[in-house]
Every structure is written in structure tokens, then in C-alpha cells.
């Protein structure tokens, strides 16, 4: 086991999600390759007093699923995760990827079923993590297939992964608590502004965030974590953005997406590559052609882009939205089965403006 690795398991524990004694903890296992990290999560778990829980599924369970489900299945939620989803305090997810590609060819009106089938489930995980009820987390195991998404070896994966959690740091919850009153100093000069202009090579949109609030992320929900944001008012959003990175969901990769909004909806939607997909994603319910995220990446470690959105979304210099499901938390409004992360680099010339002031140009704050 790598050193790193437990470094983490314990950041995670005691720092993003704070065990409790007889905190009922769900530690779910992505793929069976995150299992050793899965144990270092159990002992601090319950070095700290609470109550760890296992929810695993298979490699490939994903792929025999889609290959031999009938509509039926399809639309069943299993009643063991709606109980979970309602009644654990804390939820630990490792992701870790055996195959990154195991869905590449699953008919995307398959996955969109699955998805408006399971949106109770994502309806009450917004709902109890907006109200303080659920502590969350997540984080990357590095395994082959991510390294190869990323273009690296593993071993440069994992210096990759673990750079960016800083815990090669000697103390890595200092410099986390050092990134949170940054970024809070910026979410309260946010607070109570209304406009935002977004401008740049790849991008020229306009939205509102009247009486919505940006959420400090700081190594709470994500580890990695490293980004502000906030749900735009749902009617709100004109313009086009035309995205920088391939935008990557449920294993599919769509290269070049360009989103044209009016009154806060996407009016067209183009790819290069897999719009088919883009656009069947967008029509799975009433509020996937919502945005229900607009966000600033901050973290300063992560420096190029792996095809993990988990990092990707944090890359410093960059911008990223979500079309989909807000968090009530940010005051946003939009439901959906969807939440679709998309990123733009702004580190060429761009520029955010908020009540028309400058806040942002070229990959740095200006306030």
C-alpha cells in the first residue's frame, strides 16, 4: 500500500466528511481495484468511533447490466440503496475504472432510463446534503485505465492524483484550510451580486445569480477539491459556449460540444463527436437542458487534462458547467436526473465580469 493512500483514507475521514462516533458511514466501492484504499477509509473510520458499511458492485457489472437488462430492470431502483440513501450520515465513494470505456457503446435511451429512473435517488442525496444531513465525499484510486486516459504511466498517475490531494504535504489539512479562507474571501465578495458576464474565445454568456449563493469547495466533497460555485437562476442564462475539453458521462467521450442557451435553456446542442448521445443525454427530462451549476476551477496542482472530471473541474484557470441538477444549496431550483460537467479554459484572454466589474481575467481572480 502507498503511504499516500492512507494519507488520504485519513484527510477524507477526519477532514472532508469529520466521523462522528456512531456516525453510519456507506463507504462505496466503484470497482473492486479501490478495495485497498477502501480499507484504509475502514480503519480510520473506526479509529474515529463510526460505523462503516460496504456497497460494491463487480468489474463489468456495469456492462453485463446494459447488455441483458429488460425495460423492467431498467426502471427498478433497488430499495437497499433508496434505505442507504435516506438513513446513512456520512457517504465515502471510490472511484477506481477497470475499463473507462466499459460503456462507449451502451445505447445512450438505455442509459438516459436508467438515469430518470433513478433520479428519486439523486433527489434525496441533494436534498439531505443541502440541509447538513448527509456528509459527503470522493476521491480517484489511480488504477491503469485512469493513468491511460491521462496519457501516463501509473506511477505518474499516482504522483498526479496524490499531488493534487497535496498529501505529500506534511501536514495536507493546513494547506486545505489555507485554500478555504482564499476561497472564502472570494465567495463573500460574491455574495449578494447579481450579474455575471462571461466572455472569451470559447465563450459569451450572460446569467444571473440574484439570491443564489456560492458554495466554497475546499477539500469537503471532493478530494481533490479546488473551485467556487454556485446555481445560475434557471431562466436566466444567453449565449454560447463552446467547450475546450472533450466533456466525458457515463463513459462516453463528446468532443467539441457547443451549447447555445436562450432564457436559461439549451436551443442547440453540436459535437464533433457523439452529438447523438449529447443530445439524447439533454432530452432525458425537463431540466437537462437547464444549467445547474456555473463554477471556477482553483486548484493550482492540477495542471492538464486526464479525462477524470473529478480533477479536470478543478483545473486552475479554467471554468466549468454543469447542464442538469443544481444543488439546493447554491438556492438552485433545477431538478434532473442529469448533472453533466463541461469545462472552458479561460487562461487565453478570458474574462468574467460580475455587476460589471471585472473578477476575473486570464486564469486570475482581479479582486
Same mark, same amino acid.
Given at each position: ?14 477532514? /472532508? ?6 456516525? @453510519? ?20 473510520? @473506526? ?7 460496504? @456497497?460494491?458492485? =463487480? ?48 445505447? =445512450? ?27 459527503? *465525499?470522493?476521491?480517484?484510486?489511480? %488504477? ?26 506534511? $501536514? ?17 465578495? @460574491? ?14 454568456? *450572460? ?6 449563493? +456560492?458554495?466554497?469547495? $475546499? ?16 431562466? /436566466? ?18 468532443? /467539441? ?26 432530452? *432525458? ?12 476551477? *482553483? ?5 492538464? +487534462? ?11 484557470? %479554467? ?9 439546493? $444549496? ?10 453533466? $460537467? ?26
Amino acid at each position: 500500500m502507498d503511504p499516500r493512500a492512507d494519507k488520504v483514507a485519513e484527510v477524507m475521514v477526519n477532514y /472532508s466528511v469529520e466521523v462522528q462516533p456512531n456516525d @453510519l458511514v456507506l463507504i462505496r466501492i466503484l470497482d473492486p481495484l479501490a478495495e485497498p484504499l477502501a480499507l484504509e477509509v475502514e480503519k480510520h473510520v @473506526l479509529k474515529a468511533g463510526g460505523h462503516p458499511m460496504f @456497497l460494491m458492485a =463487480p468489474s463489468r457489472s456495469g456492462e453485463i447490466f446494459f447488455k441483458y437488462a429488460g425495460d423492467e430492470q431498467l426502471d427498478w431502483v433497488n430499495p437497499m440503496h433508496t434505505w442507504l440513501w435516506e438513513k446513512v450520515d456520512v457517504m465515502i465513494s471510490l472511484l477506481a475504472d477497470a475499463n473507462t470505456k466499459e460503456m462507449s457503446n451502451v445505447d =445512450p435511451a438505455r442509459l438516459s432510463r436508467v438515469q430518470k429512473a433513478r433520479a428519486p435517488l439523486s433527489k434525496i442525496f441533494m436534498k439531505r446534503q443541502a440541509a447538513g444531513n448527509l456528509r459527503w *465525499t470522493l476521491t480517484q484510486y489511480p %488504477t491503469q485505465a485512469a493513468a491511460q486516459d491521462a496519457e501516463m504511466s501509473l506511477s505518474e498517475y499516482e504522483d498526479f492524483v496524490y499531488g493534487a490531494c497535496m498529501v505529500h504535504l506534511k $501536514d495536507p489539512v493546513v494547506y486545505w484550510r489555507k485554500i478555504s479562507a482564499e476561497q472564502e474571501r472570494l465567495v463573500q465578495w @460574491l455574495d449578494g451580486k447579481n450579474k455575471v458576464e462571461v466572455k472569451g474565445e470559447h465563450v459569451d454568456l *450572460t446569467l444571473s445569480i440574484t439570491g443564489r449563493k +456560492f458554495i466554497n469547495a $475546499d477539500g469537503k466533497k471532493n478530494f481533490p477539491d479546488g473551485e467556487i460555485f454556485t446555481g445560475p437562476v434557471e431562466d /436566466s442564462v444567453n449565449g454560447w459556449a463552446k467547450f475546450t475539453y472533450p466533456a466525458i458521462y457515463n463513459g462516453r467521450e463528446v468532443d /467539441s460540444v457547443e451549447l447555445t442557451f436562450e432564457k436559461g435553456k439549451v436551443v442547440k446542442a453540436t459535437a464533433d463527436k457523439g452529438e447523438d448521445f449529447l443530445n439524447a443525454t439533454l432530452d *432525458t427530462d425537463s431540466g437537462a437542458r437547464y444549467l445547474g451549476e456555473f463554477a471556477v476551477g *482553483t486548484n493550482a496542482g492540477i495542471k492538464q +487534462f486526464t479525462r477524470n472530471i473529478l480533477f479536470d473541474e478543478k483545473m486552475g484557470g %479554467t471554468i466549468h458547467m454543469a447542464v442538469g441538477a443544481s444543488y439546493p $444549496d447554491t438556492g438552485g431550483k433545477n431538478e434532473s436526473a442529469v448533472h453533466w $460537467d463541461m469545462i472552458c479554459d479561460m487562461r487565453s484572454g478570458g474574462e468574467i465580469y460580475v455587476d460589471g466589474e471585472l473578477f476575473y481575467k486570464n486564469g486570475k481572480f482581479q479582486i
